[in-house]
């Protein structure tokens, strides 16, 4: 990885002011020291000043959170919404043109990385057309605790590209899940005996299978936010956002530790934060696990 | 007066290479106030003729001529009409009421949509009426259950529920298919009487599709059977089922094993394998036959078995005795019969005699050896190849990626390492010829075989390791009734020539009759009596015993 403080220092420092700098820092300990000064650090939140903007790290992260925070929830949102719309209506009408041309489209946006879909959107929205911007993050209102764009048109205009790219993949995948499932719940026997009992073909489809089919696609919806976060760099990275992921990419340029670490530990709980609230969730969403053993006989 | 009549239907399934007919020129008469059973085996397209009603034939069936009236109105001709039917004049029944309910709505959701679809009313009257729906099918606190969902009622109560569903808007005909298969004997009465109360009552057409000629001869007035599609003989119930005038028919009803005697072989008189059976198989040359010692093959004293609910149990509530102190003999050479309803324990005892489950305490005795108390792996499988077991499911229990000559072979080379190649297809050759299979089988694949043949397929393997105690859990109750005699045929053979002991495992009372010696009575993990079979049947000394004797539903109640 190279010496962080050749990073750090300009040319002309002596070889005494590097070491002095490496002490203070405590680069000279052994590992295991390091490490647990680290482990003990990090559970406070601390994690140390970054070797290239010499700042705390937890303030820089926290600077960058609301970038990432809104481009994450709302490329979530598109990929749950329109994903569970697509999926419906491709799982109901099996056989037609538009259902076909959805899934080969879909198709596409698995097989097709981020960047490229991203640099597709930039030549063609920002480049021929012209109507949207190809970088940043437009005007930031400041709300103290939260720097957000989403209350001014250039934000909003500013955040339509980069969601949408990073939605793409994980719509993709809720249109194949929520379609399979619809597929699956259409063929069972409680379909067929609402179906029996002239239950409208509406109701069937919305209130009785798209109901049981959600409940497997908010697991797989959960999870994928945490993906989200962290496939987010690539994003980030190609429209310039400021968010936390093109900190982290720049922070690999400079080696910079302090930043790595934390932004990996920060996706860790996002992750297991993420799988903890889809856990709670399955408790309202699901009755067959709210009460257990409260089987009568008969 | 005719209330439903179906007129020369029949349906095809237009599949890549060929069509089916799965219904030929099917003509049915329904009264109101009437009972009509519709019989066959699966396949046979009964359940299919009873979709056709409501259009509801799964894809690619259509009907390809005929039609179904229902008093003037042709209903088969325009799939608008039938939809306004489905729910208010028409109600339909399924099989599995577990499967039939939303599991995400509760009970009363379900029934107020229902109500509401059909009738113009608000939904606190459609609630009364739900309510009241519920109290008349049978379950208690209907108020109470009413927001319930369907996981929180048990099984009989669930097809009670998809009872009150179907009858909730008053329908003309009711339409049950196989509405009693997945439920255990007293359930089955229960459910089967409740149908007949509400047929008298709302002066109801009922069509009731089942396989069980017990049932057919208790609940229906008159009955059709069917076979591959074609409608074989349709009169009056006791006419069909005493004097059948089809060849058919007679087959089927002398398949049916009897509930007031015990015969010594099933009359077999369409088969499914056409090689006669020989009565000197080769097998019994490879046989290390031992004649059969008087004494008690498998001792099995104070069995117990508990599970718990979950790995973090707080308390000791939460376990289930699963079976409670059951004590038995199982005599060299005899067949032992283990009756009771699912969750009785059956199943458990089962995988603790083959040694799947360990016992929570007690001991099992196979040849006056404590087999709970061997440690050593070495050990038991000595005991292992001695004990071999059969299982209910001939779908689930072949691996579907082996060759049937690899699925036997694997036992014998667990058990004899050394065998030769050569020998070793001769063996499996003679094992398959024991169970009355052509060499050919040997390399087709499970799924190429029927629910008969690989069941048959199953016996084979377990003999492969030449056991001296069959375990043989349900194993004829996922086949047909005429497969289901063939092979119990198969097994008093095999048990006649092999010296064989076998634990005969069913909540089928008639089939355990036709095959055991001695039976024992199981509740709730508890034995409520053991006697020899046809003392138990004559003179049944447990409450539970006789119940059961006079739930099931017996072929011959007919003649009365």
Not at chain 1, 206 to 211: F, G, N, Q, T
Not at chain 1, 247 to 252: E, N, R, S
Not at chain 1, 258 to 283: G, R
Not at chain 2, 6 to 21: A, C, F, G, Q, W
């Amino acid at each position: 990885m190279g010496d962080p403080i050749n990073n750090m220092v300009g040319e002309e420092t002596s070889d005494e002011e590097r070491a002095e700098l490496r002490e203070t820092l405590g680069l000279t300990d052994p590992i295991h020291i390091q490490f647990s000064r680290f482990v003990v650090n990090a559970s406070k939140g601390e994690f140390g000043i970054s070797y290239q903007l010499r700042r705390p790290v937890s303030e820089l992260i926290i600077e960058r959170l609301p970038a990432t925070i809104e481009l994450v929830l709302i490329s979530a949102l598109i990929a749950l919404v329109s994903g569970t719309l697509l999926g419906v209506y491709t799982g109901i009408n099996r056989k037609g043109f538009l259902s076909d041309f959805i899934l080969a489209v879909s198709l596409l946006g698995v097989s097709l990385p981020t960047f490229v879909i991203g640099i597709l959107f930039i030549y063609l929205f920002a480049v021929i057309l012209g109507v949207l911007p190809s970088f940043g993050r437009g005007e930031v209102i400041d709300l103290g605790f939260w720097s957000t764009g989403l209350l001014t048109i250039s934000g909003l205009k500013a955040i339509i590209l980069p969601s949408v790219t990073l939605s793409l993949f994980q719509m993709t995948y809720i249109i194949r899940l929520v379609r399979a499932e619809m597929m699956e719940i259409l063929q069972t026997d409680y379909i067929k005996f609402a179906r029996a009992r002239g239950i409208s073909e509406k109701s069937i489809n919305y209130k009785h299978a798209l109901k049981n089919g959600l409940i497997p696609v908010i697991t797989i919806a959960g999870i994928n936010i945490g993906t989200l976060v962290a496939f987010s760099i690539i994003t980030e990275t190609v429209f310039q956002w400021p968010g936390m992921g093109f900190l982290f990419i720049q922070a690999v340029q400079f080696v910079d530790i302090p930043i790595m670490s934390a932004y990996l530990v920060f996706i860790a709980f996002v992750f297991v934060m993420i799988n903890f609230i889809v856990d709670i969730l399955y408790y309202f969403i699901d009755p067959r696990i709210r009460v257990k053993g409260d089987v009568t006989s008969g | 007066m005719t209330f439903l009549k179906i007129n020369n239907l029949s349906i095809d399934y237009k599949m890549r290479k060929e069509t089916v007919n799965a219904a030929k020129n099917i003509n049915i008469d329904i009264n109101k106030g009437e009972i009509v059973g519709i019989v066959g085996e699966s396949g046979s397209g009964k359940s299919t003729v009873a979709n056709a009603i409501v259009n509801l034939i799964d894809e690619p069936g259509k009907i390809s001529s005929g039609s179904i009236f229902m008093g003037e109105t042709n209903i088969s001709e325009n799939p608008e009409t039938i939809v306004q039917y489905r729910g208010k004049k028409i109600g339909l029944i399924f099989q599995d009421p577990q499967t039939s309910l939303n599991p995400i709505l509760t009970v009363g959701e379900q029934l107020i949509e229902t109500i509401q679809t059909h009738l113009n009313i608000s939904t606190d009257e459609a609630k009364n009426k739900a309510i009241n729906l519920l109290t008349e099918v049978g379950i208690k606190e209907a108020k109470k259950r009413f927001s319930n969902y369907p996981h929180q009622f048990s099984g009989g109560m669930r097809q009670r529920v998809v009872i009150s569903l179907a009858l909730c808007c008053e329908p003309e005909l009711l339409i049950a298919d196989e509405p009693t298969t997945a439920l255990d004997v007293s359930i089955q009465s229960q459910i089967l009487e409740l149908i007949k109360k509400l047929t008298r009552e709302r002066n109801l057409a009922v069509i009731l599709i089942t396989h069980d000629m017990g049932v057919i001869a208790e609940t229906t007035d008159r009955v059709a059977v069917m076979k591959n599609g074609d409608l074989v003989e349709i009169g009056p119930t006791k006419q069909v089922l005493v004097e059948p005038k089809e060849k058919y028919t007679k087959s089927l009803v002398s398949s049916v094993p009897p509930t007031n005697k015990k015969i010594s072989r099933f009359t077999i008189i369409e088969k499914e394998n056409l090689n006669n059976q020989n009565n000197n198989i080769k097998i019994l040359n490879r046989w290390s036959k031992k004649s059969i010692v008087d004494q008690n093959l498998v001792k099995i004293q104070n069995l117990s078995k508990s599970f718990d609910d979950s790995f973090f149990t707080e308390n000791t509530k939460n376990s289930v005795m699963a079976v409670d102190d059951v004590s038995f003999d199982i005599k060299e050479g005899k067949s032992f019969g283990l009756v009771g309803e699912s969750g009785s324990g059956k199943t458990t005892i089962a995988k603790m005699v083959v040694n799947l489950f360990k016992p929570s305490s007690g001991d099992i005795f196979f040849d006056n050896v404590n087999v709970t108390k061997i440690k050593k792996n070495k050990d038991l499988l000595k005991f292992r190849r001695q004990i071999q077991m059969i299982f209910q499911d001939p779908f689930s229990s072949l691996n579907g990626r082996l060759k049937v000559k690899e699925i036997i072979a694997e036992p014998i080379k667990l058990h004899n390492p050394n065998i030769k190649s050569m020998d070793l297809d001769n063996y499996i050759y003679d094992l398959l010829e024991s169970v009355e299979l052509s060499q050919q089988s040997a390399i087709r694949y499970p799924h190429e075989f029927s629910g008969g043949q690989r069941q048959r397929i199953s016996i084979a393997r377990a003999l492969a390791t030449q056991p001296r105690l069959l375990v043989c859990d349900e194993p004829t109750s996922a086949l047909d009734v005429s497969i289901q005699a063939q092979i119990l045929n198969l097994l008093k053979d095999l048990q006649e020539q092999l010296n064989l002991t076998i634990l005969f495992i069913s909540h089928d009372l008639p089939v355990v009759r036709q095959m055991c010696d001695k039976i024992a009575v199981l509740k709730d993990g508890k034995l409520c009596e053991v006697s020899e079979t046809e003392e138990l049947f004559k003179n049944p000394k447990h409450n539970y015993t006789k119940e059961l004797l006079k739930l099931m539903p017996k072929i011959e109640s007919i003649y009365n």
